[in-house]
């Protein structure tokens, strides 16, 4: 039989009661949230209780909690959601991006407990033959891709890990178009010829496996590279007669030319990028992005993600970065903080080798910066934020270094370009609109000494105006956390 119903009155000051160490307007909050059911979780006002309790033995203010915190206070994913709701509605000066790897811990642990699927049986995929498997002549080539061959008027030098798997690939998969030629009627010599070539083509674009599964064709440029893999090492090894050459070269151009046929150019997208936006506009989405990561939980891994964002398109603009050195940023070594609180990167460029260094980033960019890195705590704990992530990737805020395509992904998400194509349509419009200043193409590009900085920051700022960069920064420049 249910009890007598109780007055608000008496519904607070019980709930109050469970709340004895939480600060008072925290606790009337959480308490009306509860009478009045704008908070309908279970456990609500415990969860204060134990997070402030915990908060005062440790002798730290709320405001400087930290992930452990998080931990030494729930027992379960739900029992760390309710108290970060809870947060949220009472005391939204608590941070709450420390709870997110303690979250994030809690959904692997439990989708690797409850959502693991069985393996799957699966066959060998591989086509490519192994060097063992290739013909002998092959096979006693292959050492050569390590060594300094000269051929034919050429020197070829010790091809990279990377460089090497790929031809061995290329050339195992010509190795196997003879047997898969031979099951056809169709007997192909071991010598490299006009007819292996044309056997090589042929099975590349064969429209099943060899279990008569249909399979996904390769596209022309695969194609092409394949034939030029093939032609490195059949030159590098002497096994590529004039005719063999001839005819392995022949499809080769024509299937780059098909491949350039089919796929729009690099101007093509940039072309079709100025159609509907400007490069202003890359700012215009950052500041968007950072915007609503605001009004998400700042602990969520969507309003990280929106913080990330924003950075990379800034970053992006800014500094025509190349992405796999703008993904291995690390704080305190290639980007930092300075004095009067711009940011600024000093870095050995990964495709060059070349130190690039064009002085600090815009205000905008580096409040972006700011903002990424308290991930919604207040700004007087920066400092101690950036004592934490000393030697962190800038972007993912934790050891190790992004995906080095992850600033394209996020480019093509928003626009449908790429990185490089940023790199490129920045330096075409220092060449278009001040053809003197080839001088700041190779600066901005990170190819010339540091003495040219200041001059070239003052040209790309005039640049900058024909594409309204002014008035888009001017418009930033107010921007503030809310």
Not at 312 to 340: H, K, M
Not at 359 to 376: K, N, Q
Request: hydrophobic share 40%.
């Amino acid at each position: 039989m249910a009890g007598p119903i109780q007055s608000r009155e008496t519904r607070l000051a019980r709930l109050l009661g469970r709340m004895p160490t939480v600060p008072r307007d925290v606790a009337e909050a959480m308490a009306n949230a509860c009478v009045d059911e704008q908070f309908t979780a279970r456990g609500g006002p415990a969860a204060l209780e134990r997070f402030y309790a915990h908060m005062l033995r440790s002798g730290r203010a709320p405001q400087r909690v930290r992930t452990e915190d998080f931990a030494a206070v729930t027992t379960s994913r739900t029992g760390l959601a309710v108290l970060l709701k809870a947060l949220e509605l009472a005391d939204p000066s608590v941070p709450l991006a420390p709870a997110r790897p303690l979250r994030r811990d809690w959904d692997r642990w439990l989708n690797g407990r409850y959502n693991v699927r069985p393996r799957k049986g699966r066959s060998s995929t591989r086509v490519a033959l192994l060097p063992k498997d290739w013909p002998a002549s092959w096979a006693a080539a292959e050492p050569l891709l390590d060594r300094r061959v000269r051929a034919q008027g050429r020197l070829y030098r010790p091809l990279a890990p990377k460089t090497r798997d790929s031809i061995v690939q290329a050339v195992g998969l010509c190795a196997a178009a003879r047997p898969w030629a031979q099951r056809h009627g169709v007997v192909v010599p071991e010598v490299f010829s006009a007819e292996l070539a044309e056997a090589f083509l042929r099975f590349l674009f064969r429209e099943r496996d060899d279990q008569g599964r249909e399979r996904k064709p390769v596209t022309m440029k695969t194609a092409a590279d394949y034939f030029g893999r093939v032609i490195v090492f059949g030159r590098r090894a002497r096994l590529l007669g004039e005719e063999a050459d001839t005819a392995f070269s022949d499809i080769h151009t024509a299937l780059e030319s098909e491949a350039s046929d089919a796929t729009p150019t690099k101007h093509a997208k940039i072309r079709r990028f100025l159609s509907h936006y400007g490069l202003a506009d890359l700012l215009h989405a950052a500041a968007r992005c950072m915007k609503e990561a605001e009004d998400l939980p700042a602990h969520s891994a969507a309003a990280f993600r929106l913080r990330r964002k924003a950075v990379v398109f800034a970053l992006l603009v800014n500094g025509a970065d190349r992405q796999g050195d703008l993904s291995t940023f690390t704080i305190g070594r290639e980007i930092g903080r300075q004095a009067d609180g711009l940011w600024g990167a000093c870095f050995r460029q990964s495709k060059t080798g070349g130190r690039k260094d064009l002085g600090p980033y815009w205000p905008v960019t580096s409040r972006f910066i700011d903002h990424h890195i308290l991930a919604g705590r207040p700004d007087w704990l920066l400092e101690d934020r950036l004592v934490e992530l000393d030697g962190c990737n800038l972007l993912g805020l934790e050891d190790g270094a992004l995906s080095i395509y992850h600033p394209t992904a996020l480019l093509k998400e928003e626009f449908g370009i790429s990185g490089h194509l940023v790199r490129t349509l920045l330096t075409d419009l220092v060449r278009v609109h001040r053809p003197d200043a080839d001088w700041a193409v190779k600066t901005m590009l990170g190819h010339m000494s540091r003495w040219m900085q200041s001059t070239y920051r003052t040209d790309f700022r005039e640049t900058a105006a024909l594409e309204k960069y002014n008035e888009t920064i001017a418009q930033l420049a107010g921007y503030r956390h809310s």
